[in-house]
């Protein structure tokens, strides 16, 4: 099997578990991405291919990610986007589609042909969002599963279901019903042009091979992969002949300790205060030094016997300030491990934040940005697992509040669901591609 990932860390990082599950059930795994993710493979015990599908990158850190300045350009409109509010976030998100996720589907096909020649493997497993590498096997004719990073809608569900407008939000952020038309109308210009240019490389390219139909929605007719909970009120899907596979998360059986100096972090910590708080806004979010200033700031003067750990990336020496008795600031931390040792997480509706969180049974303080974060915020908080808060109207005191709420009283649903999590994961969800692929290969 080859998975294939995107060369973004958020991504990466649970495939990459999911490519040493699969490994460990018995398959011949290489994971395909990025030079830079050649790591992650080591680390699943799995083999490396390189395989780079987007020019735009997050290896950990987005800003300090080496990356062309057009990329580097959209990530800072993207992020000023993000201080006026959601819609205005979602339609700088709109405005760049094309570029972030379909900038040269031709070159992609054409490193998988070479790819699939060497190493001719049984099925490959695509993450949802490399729409390239998916047109590519689909007009080679290979056979895939779909893994999907993020919420369930990020696979469209019915015809007017558009990629990139939520289909739900978190009761604190309500936009405006005109706000929504001028976002659903970018949607559905996107939807037109990604499909309009998945049918031309299709002609090019796939003599023999059906007609993709509509790109966004275009997944795998075998199994797809939704690294998320299977929430009752999801919307319904419509059969495809695929199996779908609600797996829960990727969070591994084992974490790697990282070491002592992490150890020492949370003693220290933890000898100063009774409480612990992990503030973690995400690989690109963490640019958002206000925001991360804010937190750490309500915490400190509302929660007085609580300890913060921040992830701060690149805002790292500005916030080094706050560094002190209660508070450390790292660039990156070992999140996974953290969340076994903390009261309550701060996050931004992350898939990876949100899915680990009720995997280990951390509450969590859920500020939405951007992408599917405001659907994820929406189940959390219906699912009784955290709270929700619009962060371009957060001040320090509802933060600080929040933050005291969740330590008092841990949200209704989080030990249901975290136990409905127990025994789903990577090795549950290897174990059930297999034997798709089992099947596939009888009905052949």
Do not use: K
């Amino acid at each position: 099997m080859v998975v294939v990932s995107p060369p973004f860390h958020s991504h990466a990082q649970p495939l990459s578990v999911l490519a040493g599950a699969l490994a460990e059930a018995g398959a011949r795994v290489h994971f395909a991405s990025a030079p830079p993710f050649a790591p992650m493979a080591e680390e699943a015990g799995v083999g490396f291919v390189p395989l780079t599908v987007t020019r735009n990158a997050n290896t950990g850190v987005a800003r300090s990610t080496r990356q062309g300045a057009r990329e580097a350009e959209r990530l800072d409109e993207f992020l000023d986007a993000t201080r006026e509010g959601a819609v205005a976030a979602l339609l700088a998100q709109a405005r760049h589609r094309g570029e972030d996720l379909l900038s040269d589907p031709e070159r992609v096909l054409s490193e998988l042909r070479a790819l699939h020649e060497r190493l001719t493997p049984d099925w490959y497993v695509v993450d949802q969002l490399s729409y390239p590498v998916t047109l590519a096997l689909h007009c080679l004719g290979l056979p895939f599963a779909t893994f999907c990073p993020g919420h369930p809608t990020y696979v469209p569900h019915r015809p007017e279901a558009l990629f990139g407008v939520p289909y739900a939000w978190p009761r604190a952020i309500r936009p405006p019903a005109e706000a929504l038309v001028e976002l659903r109308r970018a949607a559905r210009a996107n939807d037109v042009a990604f499909t309009e240019r998945f049918a031309e490389v299709s002609r090019a390219h796939g003599a023999g091979i059906d007609p993709p139909g509509r790109a966004f929605a275009l997944a795998s007719r075998r199994a797809v992969v939704f690294n998320y909970p299977r929430f009752p009120w999801l919307p319904e899907r419509a059969s495809t002949g695929a199996e779908f596979l609600y797996g829960g998360h990727c969070v591994p059986a084992g974490e790697t300790a990282p070491g002592e100096q992490w150890e020492a972090v949370v003693r220290r910590l933890r000898s100063t205060s009774r409480r612990m708080v992990l503030v973690a806004l995400g690989t690109f979010l963490s640019a958002r030094a206000d925001v991360l200033d804010l937190l750490v700031r309500g915490v400190l003067a509302h929660v007085p016997d609580a300890a913060v750990v921040v992830a701060a990336g690149d805002s790292a020496p500005a916030l080094a300030r706050l560094s002190g008795p209660r508070v450390h600031v790292a660039r990156v931390v070992p999140q996974r491990w953290l969340l076994r040792r903390v009261d309550v997480m701060v996050h931004h509706g992350g898939n990876n934040s949100f899915t680990e969180c009720v995997a280990s049974g951390t509450p969590a303080l859920i500020l939405p940005f951007s992408s599917d974060q405001f659907s994820i915020a929406h189940d959390a908080e219906r699912a009784g697992l955290a709270t929700c808060a619009d962060p371009s109207r957060l001040d320090s005191e509802e933060a600080g509040t929040a933050v005291r709420g969740l330590l008092s009283r841990a949200p209704e649903g989080m030990s249901w669901w975290t136990g409905q999590l127990r025994g789903l994961g990577p090795d549950w969800i290897a174990d059930r591609l297999l034997r798709a692929m089992e099947r596939e290969g009888r009905r052949r």
